[in-house]
């Protein structure tokens, strides 16, 4: 089992803009899903929300403090809470954990990641919600690089 922050990343460190990617990217959306299938998503309520559903074919586990439920995903009052639960799912199935967003998420998720497996979009883009600046830490090396025509895929592994 892995623990992996998969994202869409632009030039200038943007990952959306209000609850919106701030780009469309067919060629990137089709490659999170080869990438996610089968197995766990992780995500902040914003990002389940601006999805709109849960993602199929995958377990969905959404973190939020406000008391909702979701009929179609687990619920958890925490990142840790509903990383444990991902953890103990991953495990009882065989299969990986991805971290999908938002901001808040991805900050909280960085010291528990494993990889990062991030499409490094090819343009700048405006936006209010920014990746961690994760490559001033000097604890991830890169570990394979793809290129797209909208962005190049890079696997990052924790040193």
Known sequence: MKIIIIAAVSKNNVIGKGSKIPWHSKEDFSHFKEKTLN?????GRKTY???GKALPRRKNIVITG????????????????GLTGA???????????FIIGGGSIYNQAMEDADFLYISHMKSDFE????FPDFEKTKEWT???KE???????IVWERR
């Open 39 to 43: 197995n766990v998503v992780l995500m």
């Open 49 to 51: 929300e601006s999805i």
């Open 66 to 81: 406000e008391k909702k439920s979701f009929s179609d995903a687990e619920r958890y009052d925490s990142y840790k809470e």
């Open 87 to 97: 953890k103990e799912y991953a495990k009882k199935n065989n299969c990986d954990i």
């Open 127 to 130: 936006g209010d919600v920014f």
């Open 142 to 144: 890169i570990k394979s």
């Open 147 to 153: 290129e797209f025509n909208d962005f190049t895929f």
